[in-house]
Antibody, heavy 119, light 112 residues
Framework: EVQMVESGGSLVQPGGSLRLSCAASGFTFSNFVMSWVRQAPGKGLEWVSAISSSGNSTYYADSVEGRFSISRDNSKNTLYLLMNSLRAEDTAVYFC????????????WGQGTLVTVSS | QSALTQPASVSGSPGQSITISCTGTSSDVGSYNLVSWYQQYPGKAPELVIYDGSKRPSGVSNRFSGSKSGNTASLTISGLQAEDEADYYCCSYAGTSTFSYVFGTGTEVTVL
């Protein structure tokens, strides 16, 4: 069974940093591109970032470009998101997701971890 | 990348059918058969109900169906039930120039 479990969410002050983790199981992690998606309280879903299966290529939404850094450790089946210069508008539940732009490959999501940016 | 456009709310009586539209552009919905739909209850993670435009994951009721015409995708829920009351989001791959995904604005479904 495909599973992804996020961790690392917490309360952080504006301007601070935080690293999220996503432990994956039930599939060959190193074969798949992986993404982070977030949802601010009472708002819709927003794709944040993605990383290629090898980790060589990374992609970011304009809203986080230059502040967030995605990475992965295929030996540990783990995805990371390092968030710097955090702002109040980064407050959201962050989901780890296996979103693959290919047919016959359904998406899978974790349950999310809450990040609150507040003083 | 602008969000895909969905109606803010749709309602129907039990047993009726409703359709939620998801309008994008030729750079996302119109270019790929990779639209997915998610059902989300308050405080819960989104759950996949449709992927690849019209495929249902195992365990999802056949009352859910998806389609696409041009730049607009649609989710139809037939035989509406009380348990269908939730928020629904569409999502499309939008990677014409670089890897990215775009989500819809979300639709609140109310069962009258």
């Amino acid at each position: 069974e495909v599973q992804m479990v996020e961790s690392g969410g917490s309360l952080v002050q504006p301007g601070g940093s935080l690293r999220l983790s996503c432990a994956a199981s039930g599939f060959t992690f190193s074969n798949f591109v992986m993404s982070w998606v977030r949802q601010a309280p009472g708002k819709g879903l927003e794709w944040v970032s993605a990383i290629s299966s090898s980790g060589n290529s990374t992609y970011y939404a304009d809203s986080v470009e230059g502040r967030f850094s995605i990475s992965r450790d295929n030996s540990k089946n783990t995805l990371y998101l390092l968030m710097n210069s955090l702002r109040a508008e980064d407050t959201a539940v962050y989901f780890c997701a296996r979103l693959v732009p290919a047919a016959h490959t359904p998406p899978y999501w974790g349950q999310g971890t809450l990040v609150t940016v507040s003083s | 990348q602008s969000a895909l456009t969905q109606p803010a709310s749709v309602s129907g009586s039990p047993g009726q059918s409703i359709t939620i539209s998801c309008t994008g552009t030729s750079s996302d919905v119109g270019s790929y058969n990779l639209v997915s739909w998610y059902q989300q209850y308050p405080g819960k993670a989104p759950e996949l109900v449709i992927y690849d435009g019209s495929k249902r994951p195992s365990g999802v009721s056949n009352r859910f169906s998806g389609s696409k015409s041009g730049n607009t995708a649609s989710l139809t829920i037939s035989g509406l039930q009380a348990e269908d009351e939730a928020d629904y989001y569409c999502c499309s791959y939008a990677g014409t120039s670089t890897f990215s995904y775009v989500f819809g604005t979300g639709t609140e479904v109310t069962v009258l």
